[in-house]
């Protein structure tokens, strides 16, 4: 493994510096570098500090460890690989993700999933332990999302208005989630035994990565929400 040290280092010094380490890198002191990984369809990376926005953006493939907090859009466009986040994120991860995985141990800021999709055998997935912000899952068309609310201590695990604009995928809540209020074009409700089929696998791989007990987690009661059409927005376009 080839460790780089970061901090004396600006975006684009740092970003060759990787493509040039060979397949495993580890990076010290990093302290706001945007791009880390970008485009990577192999090797690994592993992060101490804090990266800075768009980190892993269009993904394909590497496997991305960050051992701290990262900033905004994490993931953003990624096609495949797995990034796992040993603390919180900013706001906007997984934004237009069409393949891939993103762990969360903490928590995530306003408009985690924005635009996710899928096809065929590429379905994204994004787990957050904790909470996320608001607007989560807006334009979701695609893939999964799980918020576990892991010490959400009382406080609602999603923020104000979301699944806004919804037209496909699937979000997984943990806990009664009555007091939250989606829009009209979805569908919430207690995830069957069925449902919860889909997440037995990222959820537990999540306990693993962050040394949790995944039957304890997956033993609690989810609320599903999917949007109750392929095409919600259909009357608002086509005349009748």
Same mark, same amino acid.
């Given at each position: 493994?080839?460790?780089?040290?970061?901090?004396?280092?600006?975006?684009?010094?740092?970003?060759?510096?990787?493509? /040039?380490?060979?397949?495993?890198?580890?990076?010290?002191?990093?302290?706001?570098?945007?791009?880390?990984?970008?485009?990577?369809?192999?090797?690994?990376?592993?992060?101490?500090?804090?990266? $800075?926005?768009?980190?892993?953006?269009?993904?394909?493939?590497?496997?991305?460890?960050?051992?701290?907090?990262? /900033?905004?859009?994490?993931?953003?466009?990624?096609?495949? $690989?797995?990034?796992?986040?040993?603390?919180?994120?900013?706001?906007?991860?997984?934004?237009?993700?069409?393949?891939?995985?993103?762990?969360?141990?903490?928590?995530?800021?306003?408009?985690?999933?924005?635009?996710?999709?899928?096809?065929?055998?590429?379905?994204?997935?994004?787990?957050?332990?904790?909470?996320?912000?608001?607007?989560?899952?807006?334009?979701?068309?695609? $893939?999964?999302?799980?918020? &576990?609310?892991?010490?959400?201590?009382?406080?609602?695990?999603?923020?104000?208005?979301?699944?806004?604009?919804?037209?496909?995928?699937?979000?997984?809540?943990?806990?009664?989630?009555?007091?939250?209020?989606?829009?009209?074009?979805?569908?919430?409700?207690?995830?069957?035994?069925?449902?919860?089929?889909?997440?037995?696998?990222?959820?537990?791989?999540?306990?693993? &990565?962050?040394? &949790?007990?995944?039957?304890?987690? &997956?033993?609690?009661?989810?609320?599903?929400?999917?949007?109750?059409?392929?095409?919600?927005?259909?009357?608002?376009?086509?005349?009748?």
């Amino acid at each position: 493994m080839t460790t780089l040290y970061a901090k004396e280092l600006d975006h684009r010094a740092l970003n060759e510096a990787i493509r /040039q380490a060979g397949d495993s890198v580890r990076i010290t002191g990093c302290a706001g570098q945007r791009f880390i990984g970008a485009g990577m369809s192999g090797g690994s990376i592993e992060i101490v500090g804090i990266p $800075g926005n768009a980190l892993g953006a269009y993904l394909n493939g590497a496997q991305i460890t960050v051992n701290g907090n990262a /900033q905004d859009a994490v993931g953003d466009t990624m096609n495949g $690989g797995r990034i796992v986040v040993r603390g919180s994120i900013g706001d906007a991860a997984g934004y237009a993700m069409r393949g891939g995985e993103i762990y969360v141990r903490d928590n995530a800021g306003y408009r985690a999933g924005i635009h996710m999709k899928e096809y065929r055998d590429k379905v994204p997935v994004i787990v957050i332990g904790g909470c996320a912000g608001s607007f989560l899952g807006e334009y979701q068309a695609g $893939g999964m999302i799980v918020v &576990l609310g892991l010490g959400a201590d009382g406080r609602g695990i999603v923020g104000d208005f979301p699944c806004t604009g919804m037209h496909g995928g699937r979000m997984f809540l943990r806990g009664d989630c009555r007091g939250i209020v989606f829009p009209p074009q979805v569908t919430a409700r207690e995830a069957s035994e069925q449902d919860l089929e889909a997440i037995r696998g990222p959820v537990g791989e999540f306990a693993a &990565l962050f040394g &949790l007990d995944a039957a304890g987690l &997956l033993a609690s009661p989810y609320t599903v929400v999917t949007p109750d059409s392929a095409n919600p927005y259909r009357r608002m376009y086509v005349e009748n």
